[in-house]
């Protein structure tokens, strides 16, 4: 089945620093998506990219659908301590409604 | 406006019992999708509901089932309880379009003794 490979699998940084993670797929994904999940709640959605070559921004956060559909990249720029959290990329696919989740990518930011 | 709400926020129960998770979508909202968030496992795909019906299924046994209520609210029913089973189980909404953003609540947390 489709699986997605998300890197870097946990993140140590200062806070003013940039971010950057991704995911990658042997897969073509139609929509893709990035969410944060803090501890205790359900993740929450950042970013939506519906087309290939899409370059999306949210405030700080910039993320892009990758060209051959297969993968996609998060940059959150100058970090605060807020962003905090554990970063999951998410692809919709052939698999109608169905969201497959990469291993997600955990964030800390020391201020 | 009110984001997608599930209860109870915590569940404790014993192997072979059943459990009942309850789920509120985003007004507006006809799709309601089941994922299950365990340790070391990441999010899976469970069920998705739209107008009623279920639409499509993960990689799970016939003792996880649910359904859709014509307010679009949607149970998640696990019978047979087994150690295995626990986790956050979490819920989301979106359009009806198969290719719609997800909107999560905050899930239940479904512990097995």
């Known amino acids: 089945g489709q699986q997605l490979n998300q890197s870097p699998q946990s993140m140590f940084i200062q806070e003013g620093e940039d971010v950057s993670m991704n995911c990658t797929s042997s897969?073509?994904?139609?929509?893709w998506l990035w969410y944060k999940q803090d501890p205790g709640e359900g993740p929450v959605l950042l970013i939506a990219?519906?087309?290939?070559?899409e370059l999306t921004s949210n405030g700080r956060l910039t993320a892009q659908f990758g060209i051959t559909r297969k993968d996609s990249f998060l940059n959150i720029s100058a970090s605060i301590p807020s962003d905090v959290g554990i970063y999951f990329c998410?692809?919709?696919?052939?698999?109608?409604?169905?969201?497959?989740f990469g291993q997600g990518t955990i964030l800390t930011v020391h201020p | 406006e009110a984001g997608v709400t599930q209860s109870p926020t915590h569940l404790i129960k014993t192997r072979g019992q059943q459990a009942t998770l309850r789920c509120s979508p985003i007004s507006g909202h006809t799709s309601v999708y089941w994922y299950q968030q365990a340790l070391g496992l990441g999010l899976q795909f469970l069920l998705w509901y739209d107008e009623g019906e279920e639409r499509n299924r993960g990689n799970f046994p016939p003792r996880f089932s649910g359904r859709q209520f014509p307010n679009y609210s949607s149970e998640l029913n696990v019978n047979a309880l087994e150690l295995e089973d626990s986790a956050l189980y979490l819920c989301?909404?979106?359009?009806?379009?198969?290719?719609?953003?997800?909107?999560f609540g905050d899930g239940t947390r479904l512990s097995i003794l």
């Open positions: 989301a909404s979106s359009l009806g379009q198969a290719d719609q953003p997800q909107h």
């Open positions: 998410a692809g919709l696919g052939t698999s109608y409604g169905k969201l497959t």
């Open positions: 990219l519906y087309k290939a070559g």
């Open positions: 897969s073509i994904f139609n929509t």
